[in-house]
């Protein structure tokens, strides 16, 4: 993934599980959890992000509107 602000500025993140700090990989080093429902996530959040943006310079309302409701509810931090 990119640099984007989507995601954080690395692949860096913790497990939501048990929390060990690892790079984002389909199973956790630690306690073996499932994280592909996780990087599916982020993945979507990368496209949306890209998507808000060409609807921004596009001057799309409508689509902004709906990529915002959606990026919120994947990523709530991310517009502010």
Request: net charge positive.
């Amino acid at each position: 993934m990119s640099n984007s602000p989507a995601t954080s500025t690395s692949d860096e993140f913790r497990c939501p599980v048990c929390r060990a700090r690892q790079t984002l990989q389909p199973e956790c080093r630690r306690c073996h959890a499932d994280l592909t429902l996780v990087i599916k996530a982020r993945q979507r959040t990368e496209h949306l992000f890209v998507a808000l943006q060409q609807a921004r310079q596009d001057r799309d309302f409508a689509a902004q509107h709906q990529l915002t409701k959606e990026l919120r509810l994947l990523h709530p931090g991310l517009l502010r």
